[in-house]
């Protein structure tokens, strides 16, 4: 098929549609001035070396600038199929149309992380997006080498194990993991961890073997908790916080059968009636009484405030599992 006639069943067939795709059909003289403008705009990077091109762009915080080099690009690849629907195979010389397609997934890696680390930044709740950012780390070396490949594996290794022990977690709110949720994140933050040298690397698997093994040892002390009120991480939080607020009992053995108590006449009262749960406020009105009952079957103090607390959280708890928010 003629080009003339390619052109004539592609305006036949799309109608109004056409001009949306006038792009397509450009003289060879506009092509080799989109060539030269892409030229112009990629001149400071290595186009023939992938590796280096990766170095390069890795350094750019800019993401505005990334997005420019990625505009350039997707360019270049469109005009490759142009030239080719055209059959203007001397300007394939121009550049070296092939090598783009990688170039530009090492610029969308590149953007990517960078709209990671930009969110990380901004937002309130970054758990989820700091995980998906330590998964998906790459990492670019500066010099190829078994041993750094070997050590690079390591930080990998650590970097999931880590994550997969802070997702593990079933109290975000305790502050001794806000705290290593933080060392991690400032770990995170401090340097580009896709592009490190094999001493950087050294470092950081030691920085992360220690986060590791902090999260691993909570982990290990809340799941014992958690054990006590037959694996309902609930009243394990609940618990917790109890301890945290330091004015209503110290004796974890009293907080435990006193929740337990709670949990058993709160748990059958949802039972008989899920229904409950769906009314919060009244839901709220009857647990309170029960936790004020418990606590003075148990003959524990509690003033009105540290009731109002307890019985919030635990509200709280019980209305976020209902509706499938709970972390």
Known sequence: ????????????????????????????????????????????????????????????????????????????????????????????DKMDFKKFNKLYNETIRHLELLNLKEKIANSVDTTNLLNVALENILFMFRKISEDEIIIADQLKDILRKT?????????????????????????????????????????????????????????????????????????????????????ISKKESEICETLLDIKTQADEKILINTRLLENESYFYQMLIQIVIGSFIKKKIELDTESAKYINACLSKEYMNEYQGANE
């Open 163 to 247: 994550r997969e022990a802070l997702g593990g977690n079933f109290d975000k709110k305790d502050s001794e993991f806000v705290s290593l949720y933080d060392e991690l994140k400032r770990l995170f933050n401090k340097k580009n961890l896709d592009e490190i040298t094999q001493e950087e690397m050294k470092l950081n698997i030691g920085s992360l073997q220690q986060i590791f093994d902090k999260v691993a040892e909570l982990n290990r002390k809340n799941n014992l908790l958690k054990a006590k009120y037959e694996n309902d991480s609930k009243y394990a939080r609940i618990h917790k916080r109890i301890l945290e607020k330091g004015n």
């Open 1 to 92: 098929m003629t080009n003339k006639a390619y052109f004539e069943e592609l305006q036949a067939e799309l109608g109004n549609e056409m001009q949306n795709y006038s792009n397509l059909f450009k003289s060879k003289e506009e092509i080799e001035d989109e060539i030269r403008d892409i030229k112009e705009k990629l001149f400071h990077y290595d186009l023939n070396n992938a590796e280096l091109f990766s170095q390069q762009i890795s350094q750019i915080e800019d993401r505005k600038k990334i997005l420019e080099i990625k505009k350039a690009l997707e360019n270049a690849r469109n005009l490759y199929n142009i030239i080719r629907m055209y059959g203007h195979f001397d300007l394939l």
